[in-house]
């Protein structure tokens, strides 16, 4: 059994704030210990519930886990969104600003704490529905930025929903956790080279056969 975090002592809470307690307390455990290695039991320890108590509000470690990722890329999601919707900016610009930050916060979130890579794989291969709708919310996000450029005579496209599609896979190398981890010197060609790459390819529209 892995020793128990140091918890403040239990209070009275809503079941908002018991489920928030639990998903804070397990991402420490993903974090500092890996996930494999994390059981309910630990987490039900540190909060001075039973494991019982920590089912009433998520049926599995599994699910604590899709949890703590979506609470993770909901975060990367709203910070792209702002960035998308800011006025005043170029798309051109904003698109740069966006593929900068997914990389930026890939490295800095998954490089810093080795242990959440675990975390991602696992939730790769077990839920892996929480990690296409994240690919789905990041493209919707692309495509918003790209038609708006397109409407204002920035880019040249003809589908914006495709055009975010082909950006998103072309940046997949940069901002995908697994690969940032593992591979962190194969990047090949270096970022500012692909986004220049890309925004090139957006202001010269499909080709005329």
Known sequence: MIPALSAPPPVEESPPDTRCRILATAERFFREIGYQKTTVADIAKTLR????????????????????VARIIGEVEARIAVVADRPGLPAEARLREI??????????????????HEMIEAAMSESWNVCRHHVDRITAVLERV?????????FAVEDPAVAARCVHTAIVRFCHPVLVVQCPEDFVPALDAMIAFLMGALR???RVA
Request: net charge positive; hydrophobic share 45%.
């Open 49 to 68: 519930m039973s494991p019982a108590n920590v089912y009433r509000f998520f049926d599995s470690k599994k699910a604590i886990n899709e949890a703590v």
């Open 99 to 116: 593929i900068v930050f997914l990389h930026r916060d890939a490295v800095g979130r998954f490089t810093g704490h080795p242990r959440m």
């Open 146 to 154: 790209i038609a708006d450029g397109a409407a204002r005579g920035e």
């Open 204 to 206: 010269a529209g499909p």
